[in-house]
């Protein structure tokens, strides 16, 4: 006798006959109604009915329905990382449901963007909460994955400018001067390594300036940078403004000019770039949150509202103000057009010859 078989209602695959008109019935006799069901099945069906109308007319379970997991693509102790870890409390009270920080640091962000676009259940449990080397990323690095493609933005945070500093002693005392330095000798600068924000902001400058400037490419964070700058070895270098400013106020540097497009509130008496001979130039490191591509509209709008709202909480305007961060579109829609423009300004100047392709 052939084993009956079924579909599973709770899986949402139909209400097939249970058995081929023909075949024995459940009970083993022969069907012998014009159907071809045993009426013992038949009774059976008839009473399951109301059931399984109420199952397919049930909604989907809703989102969240279990812990939301933050990819956090960098060390713990970054401020990617601590600004995930202000926002996630807040994300929760909104979600109703634990928001946990995961940090999965790697090739400048890439493992951890590469792992909620190909590997996470595209249902929003998983998103990425990552930087601007994810824009860099489209046209520098050899990726598994398209991030224009794969992922999609959900809220923008914040983007923090660097400011442009020299040695204490340098002989170079205004961004004017700097202008004039660059285009006349070749500056030397340090930088964290090549396709960072260090790097990338300072061939920007070069290119506005229309200047070349000899890349120092080190290993790690910026320790090792200013211990040659503050020694004179290096020209100048680029940091994240918060941390530059405060090296500069120390005066164990100089600082020249800031990279936003206007005066930070917290740093209104560092004049930008922009005001001192190069107009319209900004640059600054972005923050902002992804979710797979395929992820529900549903789970999406959910997961934005989350952002915005934790964005709006005093703890994290706190911790934005003292890091000198800037406004940046927050909505998905303009946090969107905001990304992938900054995806064709990396592309604009690899082009140009600016830069070169991480894996050449």
Request: with cysteine; glycine share 12%.
């Amino acid at each position: 006798m052939r084993k009956a078989t079924s579909k599973a209602v709770a899986q949402g695959q139909g209400t097939e006959k249970l058995w081929p008109a023909g075949e024995p019935g459940a009970m083993g006799g022969k069907t012998d109604s014009p159907e071809g069901t045993a009426p013992f099945v038949r009774r059976r069906v008839l009473l399951a009915a109301p059931l399984l109308a109420v199952a397919l007319a049930a909604p989907a379970l809703a989102f969240p329905d279990r812990t939301v997991v933050m990819i956090v693509p960098y060390g713990a102790g970054g401020n990617n990382d601590l600004l995930g870890r202000a926002m996630a409390p807040a994300m929760a009270a909104v979600l109703g449901q634990p928001v946990v920080v995961e940090n999965r640091p790697g090739a400048g962000g890439s493992i951890g963007a590469a792992y909620v676009a190909q590997q996470a259940r595209p249902d929003g449990h998983t998103f990425l909460f990552t930087a601007s080397g994810l824009a860099s990323s489209v046209s520098l690095s050899a990726l598994t994955f398209d991030p224009v493609r794969d992922l999609a933005p959900i809220a923008g945070v914040g983007a923090i400018p660097s400011i442009l500093i020299v040695p204490p002693n340098s002989s170079i005392r205004s961004f004017a001067e700097f202008l004039t330095a660059a285009r006349t000798r070749q500056i030397t600068y340090g930088s964290s390594g090549p396709g960072t924000g260090t790097h990338l902001g300072m061939e920007l400058l070069a290119a506005a300036a229309g200047a070349q400037m000899i890349h120092v490419p080190y290993r790690g964070g910026s320790a090792a940078i200013y211990t040659d700058l503050i020694a004179g070895r290096l020209d100048a270098m680029l940091d994240i403004l918060g941390a530059g400013a405060v090296r500069a106020r120390e005066g164990q540097a100089r600082g020249l000019g800031v990279t936003s497009a206007e005066r930070v509130a917290d740093f209104a008496d560092l004049p930008t770039v922009a005001e001192q001979g190069l107009p319209g130039f900004s640059f600054a490191t972005w923050f902002g949150f992804f979710a797979h591509a395929a992820t529900p509209p549903g789970a999406r709008a959910q997961l934005e509202e989350a952002c915005l709202r934790a964005l709006a909480t005093p703890v994290v305007q706190e911790r934005l103000r003292q890091a000198g961060a800037i406004p940046i579109p927050t909505s998905a829609a303009g946090f969107g057009a905001y990304f992938n423009e900054d995806v064709e300004r990396w592309a604009a100047l690899l082009r140009a010859g600016r830069v070169q392709r991480l894996s050449d």
